[in-house]
Antibody
Framework: QVQLVESGGGVVQPGRSLTLSCAAS????????VQWVRQVPGKGLEWVSF????????QYADSVRGRFTISRDNSENTVYLQMNSLRPEDTAVYHC???????????????WGQGTLVTVSS | DIQMTQSPSSVSASIGDTVTITCRAS??????LGWYQHKPGKAPKLLIY???TLQTGVPSRFSGSRSGTDYTLTITSLQPDDFATYYC?????????FGGGTKVEI
């Protein structure tokens, strides 16, 4: 079955960097776009970033553009989110999610990981 | 950026009730809207996509509708498993944006 497993979260000081991984299985990874979505504890969902199946289309939320970089390795079935210059307001549970439709996709996500917690604090 | 205004922020309901949640988009989406259910500590679940299409495996008591830039999620005959937070998300333009969420509670 489809599985997405995030890792790499933890406690980090403001201004430092962290890289999250999203390991996928159970589907043809190289055919689907992937998103990162975060949730600040007690708050709502916030879309963070998208990468297309082939890595050619990359998009970011305004709040992370210039600080976060999304990438993927289709040979390893993994998507990454490199997070630089972290701020306290980046503290959240980060989920990766698979596009419902292959190829160009639809940007609706039908499978999500459980998430990994990132805490930015001194 | 497209703003999604979701209401109400919370609703109290009982088993068997019908619950209606609305999202208003700040501009046209062409029907490119999804509804998600989220429970604490779990992965969000896609319920409806393209405004009105039920995702595979989702019970038929969930339905979606659209009127212009207003989108509605309706849950009929509320079940114990339906107590959760619901979010709309526009998928028409980047950056993708979520509504603020609606907590359905007893």
């Amino acid at each position: 079955q489809v599985q997405l497993v995030e890792s790499g979260g933890g406690v980090v000081q403001p201004g430092r960097s962290l890289t999250l991984s999203c390991a996928a299985s159970g589907f043809t990874f190289s055919s689907y776009g992937v998103q990162w979505v975060r949730q600040v504890p007690g708050k709502g969902l916030e879309w963070v970033s998208f990468i297309s199946y082939d890595g050619r289309n990359i998009q970011y939320a305004d709040s992370v553009r210039g600080r976060f970089t999304i990438s993927r390795d289709n040979s390893e079935n993994t998507v990454y989110l490199q997070m630089n210059s972290l701020r306290p307001e980046d503290t959240a549970v980060y989920h990766c999610a698979k596009d419902r439709d292959y190829g160009a996709g639809s940007y609706f996500t039908d499978n999500w990981g459980q998430g990994t917690l990132v805490t930015v604090s001194s | 950026d497209i703003q999604m205004t979701q209401s109400p922020s919370s609703v109290s309901a009982s088993i068997g009730d019908t619950v209606t949640i609305t999202c208003r988009a700040s501009q046209g989406l062409g029907g490119w809207l999804g509804w998600y259910q989220h429970k604490p500590g779990k992965a969000p679940k896609l319920l409806i996509y393209a405004a009105t299409t039920l995702q595979t495996g989702v019970p038929s008591r969930f339905s979606g509708s659209r009127s212009g830039t207003d989108y509605t999620l309706t849950i009929t005959s509320l079940q114990p498993d339906d107590f959760a937070t619901y979010y709309c998300q526009q998928a028409n333009n980047f950056p993708l944006t979520f509504g603020g969420g609606t907590k359905v509670e007893i």
